[in-house]
């Protein structure tokens, strides 16, 4: 799973922008609700790095939850994608080891991959971890497959285990007396389009965002053990046995004209939208995607000159008591 990621049939669905491994990764919506996490590692990679200026503004927040950095010794990304957070982590903490946390073997491959290209070798490391399997198991299970930690982060991979409320119980059990557990949930759904695209009827995003909602729900319905909450996360942190909890958002604000790397982001994000949605979608609808992903359209997304990026990254933070 990923941070940077947003879960769903393409990225930038409002569960993930950042997993994850934001961040998003769908093969069809409905019906498929599988993901596979190492097809889409360049996709979320790149989704990430997008969200680099908000991801480090993310980082020094959570320095400030600290009476020192220095007291950060090891660091657990859990649901880590290719590493962009994992990165971010590294430098922010410089005194720590960080450890990329996944159960795709092809995205940590990737993470020991980025840290490398940033120097950051050294210091990170990676695990291969069934999250459903560790965190199902409780505080207990977790310590064992995770080991203790002084901060732990997990984006947009929580959502993707059946009993939410039983996984912050886990990820707090491997925190040490005064660490940190940062969950990015939630947030506010990815926009790129003025309201009216001029391309079929107007409010299209709203649209795509109803199946995208359609899509989560069914996958969440699929998982083992799936429970109902209230995803009130700062409450749950809470009952997770965890003290000072709080919420804060990072905006990521790309205005138009979109350079090169966000408009070809973008174009990789319709392309599944249009992949794993078509079915469901409205056949006008349809017709706007197929203008939008076309490479030789004024008005697809690799030309039109009104595109833009917005969409905010939410992070929940509770503290485990000191004694």
Do not use: Y
């Amino acid at each position: 799973m990923s941070p940077q990621s947003t879960s769903g049939p393409a990225a930038g669905h409002r569960h993930g922008a950042g997993h994850g491994h934001g961040q998003n990764h769908g093969h069809g919506h409905g019906h498929h609700t599988e993901i596979d996490w190492d097809v889409l590692a360049t996709h979320l990679e790149s989704n990430g790095e997008l969200q680099l200026p908000a991801l480090r503004r993310t980082a020094e927040h959570l320095r400030t939850l600290f009476g020192s950095p220095q007291q950060v010794r090891r660091v657990l990304d859990v649901g880590s994608g290719p590493g962009v957070m994992t990165g971010v982590l590294a430098e922010a903490f410089p005194g720590a080891e960080t450890v990329a946390v996944d159960g795709a073997p092809g995205l940590l491959t990737a993470a020991l991959a980025r840290a490398g290209r940033l120097g950051l070798g050294e210091r990170v490391t990676a695990r291969r971890v069934e999250l459903h399997e560790a965190l199902g198991a409780g505080a207990e299970g977790a310590r064992e497959a995770l080991g203790a930690a002084d901060l732990v982060w997990s984006s947009k991979a929580v959502h993707h285990l059946g009993d939410q409320q039983g996984a912050l119980d886990a990820l707090a059990g491997v925190l040490r007396p005064g660490g940190v557990l940062a969950v990015a949930e939630g947030g506010l759904p990815m926009r790129f389009l003025p309201r009216d695209p001029q391309l079929g009827r107007p409010g299209l995003q709203s649209r795509i965002d109803a199946v995208q909602e359609e899509w989560f729900e069914t996958m969440r319905a699929e998982l083992p053990g799936s429970a109902a909450v209230l995803e009130d996360w700062p409450a749950m942190l809470g009952r997770a046995g965890l003290v000072d909890t709080g919420s804060t958002t990072a905006l990521v604000d790309l205005p138009a004209p979109l350079g090169e790397a966000a408009r070809a982001f973008l174009h990789g994000h319709l392309t599944r939208l249009r992949e794993s949605m078509g079915e469901a979608l409205h056949p006008e609808d349809l017709q706007a995607l197929d203008v939008l992903v076309d490479p030789e359209a004024p008005q697809g997304i690799l030309r039109r000159p009104d595109a833009f990026l917005l969409t905010a990254v939410t992070v929940h933070t509770g503290v485990r008591p000191a004694r």
